[in-house]
């Protein structure tokens, strides 16, 4: 928030420890917001949903047709990108279209780092 609590919402932070324990769990969806050249490159966490942030108004938002089946189901999301940065902005993106829990999970890095498994794509 803003000064004086105005401003944007910010998405709070998940720790990747955290996140990859609730993916498993089957307690939280994770959101991969990176391009398709990044993803073919690196791969992606095991069981995300892969919506580019270029993409994310139409894919991610409830009330379009469009929307992920993923995302529909009300459970707690984890979005992740690169380093953070467009995860941030997915996450606030997220946030504004009704999504209740979301998180900002950091980059595909810290997923790895954490212990989370990556699938080749």
């Known amino acids: 928030m803003g000064f004086f609590g105005f401003g944007k919402p910010q998405a ?3 720790a990747p420890a955290e996140a990859v324990q609730r ?3 089957g307690e939280l969806v994770l959101v991969d917001v990176r391009d398709i050249s990044e993803l073919q ?6 069981g995300a ?3 580019p942030l270029m993409l994310l108004q139409t894919r991610a938002d409830p009330r379009s047709p469009e929307c992920d089946p993923a995302l529909k189901a009300g459970k707690p999301l984890g ?3 690169a380093s953070g940065g467009r995860s941030q902005m997915a996450a606030e993106m997220l946030m504004k279209m009704g999504h209740e829990e979301v998180h900002n999970i950091g ?3 810290d997923w790895a780092n954490a212990g989370g498994v990556i699938e080749a794509v």
């Open 12 to 14: 709070p932070a998940l």
């Open 23 to 25: 993916a498993k769990a």
């Open 41 to 46: 490159a690196t791969g992606k966490a095991r």
């Open 49 to 51: 949903v892969h919506i």
């Open 79 to 81: 979005v992740y990108c």
């Open 107 to 109: 980059g595909i890095g």
